[in-house]
């Protein structure tokens, strides 16, 4: 865990690793809205399971931003001053984004077994906003530090001590 490598055994690039974590976070997050509808359509899954699945996925977002800010981001503000204005902003979405889960886990947690309508707006619009903020991170981060952090020594730590977490498989 926290090895640096890609598939074929070369050291693989901080920035490339960012990518490939929003990739598994909007692959996650798209696993959980198709759960909620499921559940919404009372075509099965238990509220527990929902839960579950829901603080699972707000966790491992968690732990990526924590990660980001107390890794990767420094050593952005150090070697890349001209960069400090975007990290800033970066650290401002993750404080935004933490709001947005807590308000996720919160409607989640508050389900019904039979949801009515009222509970499937709630949910649904959680969600929607969620998607729209990360999205938003996500694009935007992809956009102006993916070539810094590929260009930091894989010295500088591994993927989990910069970024908080590792994609499944690696």
Known sequence: MGDHRD????????????????????????????????HLAGRGGRPKDLKAHC?????????????EDAGAF?????????????V????????????LLHNLQRVVDGIPAEPDEADARRIRGELAGLNAILESHFSFEERRIVDALNSLPAGSGTTESLLGVTTPGR
């Open 7 to 38: 598939a074929r055994g070369r050291l693989a690039a901080f920035g490339d690793e960012v990518v490939r974590i929003h990739e598994w976070l909007r692959d996650e997050l798209a696993r959980l809205e198709d759960d909620v509808e499921v």
């Open 55 to 67: 603080l699972a996925f707000c966790s491992a977002v968690t732990d990526h931003h924590q990660g």
């Open 74 to 86: 420094p050593l952005l503000d150090r070697d890349f001053p001209e960069l400090r204005p975007i």
């Open 88 to 99: 800033e902003k970066l650290k401002q979405d993750h404080v935004l984004v933490s709001g």
